[in-house]
């Protein structure tokens, strides 16, 4: 890797440190489902959120609501103290497609028709709500 390349890496890293975020890789639902339910909590504060997706009738609301549980046990590792109620929201998230496995459904006449199974990764950036102005 370049010098140049080697620096942006090491601030991409660094910034990554101080931002409180969840991954979710490899998951089998198609990216535009799960683009539905994400786009329902965007924005939101945690525990409003958590209610949406508790009673929300899409299946990968359940993934998004794991997903979001252990983004804010990310932020109280990090400092080290439990969130009070409505001191978090959701800031950032995103689903970018993952891999697609292509399978071969039997057709009449010898043919075969194309399957592709889809995944996701959503990654879900979690803040606090700071009334402090910084100087």
Not at 49 to 57: E, Q
Not at 59 to 83: C, F, M, P, T, Y
Request: charged share 35%; hydrophobic share 35%; with cysteine.
């Amino acid at each position: 890797m370049g010098a140049r390349k080697h620096i942006k890496a090491e601030e991409r890293k660094a910034a990554l440190k101080t931002q409180y975020f969840a991954k979710l890789k490899g998951c089998p639902s198609s990216p535009r489902k799960m683009r539905y339910v994400v786009d329902m909590i965007r924005g939101m504060e945690v525990n409003r959120a958590l209610g949406v997706l508790r009673f929300s009738k899409k299946a990968a609301a359940a993934d998004v609501e794991k997903l979001l549980r252990s983004a804010i046990a990310n932020w109280e590792q990090k400092n080290g103290r439990k969130a009070e109620d409505g001191e978090l929201y959701i800031s950032k998230v995103f689903v970018d497609q993952g891999v697609t496995m292509k399978r071969m459904r039997p057709a009449p006449q010898g043919r075969g028709y194309r399957i592709r199974k889809r995944s996701n990764h959503v990654t879900l950036f979690v803040d606090a709500k700071t009334n402090d102005v910084k100087e």
